[in-house]
């Protein structure tokens, strides 16, 4: 059975990267609906400068990759 699997890694600004649990769905479907809830968080987030998101399956197709800028400011030198 294949799955789908949804990899994140967080980037931060001192440069070390976190990369989360690889999450699994059963379906496309639920694959995708999973990955575009992360993106849309991600990009909102002030956490981390960018965010790289994988969707692909167990066969090693990849559906999608989006590397995302995020509402990330640094602070500034006063």
Not at 54 to 72: C, F, P, Q, R, S
Request: negative net charge; hydrophobic residues 35%.
């Amino acid at each position: 059975m294949t799955q789908y699997l949804i990899i994140e890694i967080q980037n931060r600004a001192d440069g070390i990267n976190n990369v989360l649990d690889i999450v699994a769905r059963n379906t496309l479907a639920n694959g995708l609906s999973y990955y575009y809830d992360r993106c849309s968080k991600m990009a909102a987030t002030t956490l981390y400068p960018t965010v790289t998101l994988v969707l692909m399956d167990t066969d090693g197709n990849i559906y999608e990759n989006k590397h995302l800028t995020t509402a990330y400011e640094p602070e500034s030198a006063e």
